[in-house]
Every structure is written in C-alpha cells, then in structure tokens.
T-cell receptor
Framework: KAGVTQTPRYLIKTRGQQVTLSCSPISGHRSVSWYQQTPGQGLQFLFEYFSETQRNKGNFPGRFSGRQFSNSRSEMNVSTLELGDSALYLC???????????????FGPGTRLLVL | AQSVTQLGSHVSVSEGALVLLRCNYS??????LFWYVQYPNQGLQLLLKYTTGATLVKGINGFEAEFKKSETSFHLTKPSAHMSDAAEYFC?????????????FGTGTKLQVIP
C-alpha cells in the first residue's frame, strides 16, 4: 500500500496570505489527524477528522481549519498567515477499525511552510 | 485528561553506550503507549507500542520499552547506540474513553550519538 502523501512538500507564502495543504491517507484509513511541528513548541495537535466530521480539535485559532472528503482525503487551510505559522505540518492516518484499540498513527513526510 | 512527559529534550550518548529515553504518562484509563522516531525532514514512524499483554515490548532497530504501571512509565532503551540512532523520539499515549482513539504526544527528545 502507498503511504500517507502530503502535497506540496514545501511552500513559501507571505504574511496575510492563505494556504491550503493536502493529505491523502493510506487506502482504507478513515481517520486523519493534523499536527504542527515547530522548534519552539514541538509537536502540537491541530484536529482530527473521521468520516468527513471533525472529531477532535486542538487549541489553535479559528484561522486554522480543515475538512475531509468522502474518500478520506483531507485538507487544512490557514488564513491570514502570520510569521509564527512557519512550521512543518504533519498529517497522520489510521484505520480506526471498530473495536480496535491502540492503533498506530501513520505519518506523511510533512509540508514545510515558510511565511515571510 | 491524559498527558505525557518526556524528561530531557536533548540526550547525548557515545556510540556503543546504553540509550535510555524517559517517558512518564498520565491517563485515567488503561493506556496504550507508543514510541515514535523522526529522522530529519521526515514524518514520524512507529518504533514500538504497548497495548496489552507482555509489559516488555520489543521494537525495530533494537529498541525496547517496558510498561511499568506502578511508576506510570514507559522508558525506551537500547543496549548499544549506533550513529544511525540520532533522531528525535516521541512518546505518546492514547485511550478510547470517548469511544474513539485520542492520541497525546510528548514534547520529544533529540538523541545525539557521539562517535
């Protein structure tokens, strides 16, 4: 099976712009989570989607949003970019089989966003 | 609410020396525990995990971890460090108390291996 793919891999934007990042989970995986990783704050949870519904959300401002499509692919959007949004954005998927516990998160390589 | 504490954001060991990365967790329900590794410019990948059963868990690349409920710990060890082990390591805990899996990651420990 192909792994989790994220596009684009690298992105440069300027303050005030908006950006959309894409994540394609492993085939058959229904849960997709997004994380922001920075040197100062480490790995921070943004949100998780399952069956096109946001199921869990971290402590990020409303400028950060996401969605999931019927094929489980997910996008996240950041509006009105700030310098502090420069980070590696990671996407992870897992099957979320009913009744299964302790499932592994499978991570993509990330999208590195630089805001100038 | 569950949480994970990784002691030491940076750990340095000599090549061939023991690797010990510490992780303590807090969870109101039986936890599921994970260690992930991240190499530069890559995503995280699973090293090992504990769900049920044997408390000593073996993972890839010679790593292992022991679940100690009484100490709420899940420390990662490797008997002999290799240069290729230099990476960032994340401990994580998950539970299903809300009917679905919620995962919480620690802040990570960067391992430096000195030749």
């Amino acid at each position: 099976k192909a792994g989790v793919t994220q596009t684009p891999r690298y992105l440069i934007k300027t303050r005030g712009q908006q950006v959309t990042l894409s994540c394609s989970p492993i085939s058959g995986h229904r849960s997709v989570s997004w994380y922001q990783q920075t040197p100062g704050q480490g790995l921070q949870f943004l949100f998780e989607y399952f069956s096109e519904t946001q199921r869990n959300k971290g402590n990020f401002p409303g400028r950060f949003s996401g969605r999931q499509f019927s094929n489980s692919r997910s996008e996240m959007n950041v509006s009105t970019l700030e310098l502090g949004d420069s980070a590696l954005y990671l996407c992870a998927s897992n099957p979320d089989y009913p009744g299964t516990v302790g499932e592994t998160q499978y991570f993509g390589p990330g999208t590195r966003l630089l805001v100038l | 609410a569950q949480s994970v504490t990784q002691l030491g954001s940076h750990v340095s060991v000599s090549e061939g020396a023991l690797v010990l990365l510490r992780c303590n967790y807090s969870s109101s329900v039986p936890p599921y525990l994970f260690w992930y590794v991240q190499y530069p410019n890559q995503g995280l990948q699973l090293l090992l995990k504990y769900t049920t059963g044997a408390t000593l868990v073996k993972g890839i690349n010679g790593f292992e971890a022991e679940f100690k409920k009484s100490e709420t710990s899940f420390h990662l060890t490797k008997p002999s460090a290799h240069m290729s082990d230099a990476a960032e390591y994340f401990c994580a805990v998950s539970d299903h108390s809300g009917g679905y899996q919620k995962v919480t990651f620690g802040t990570g420990t960067k391992l430096q291996v000195i030749p």
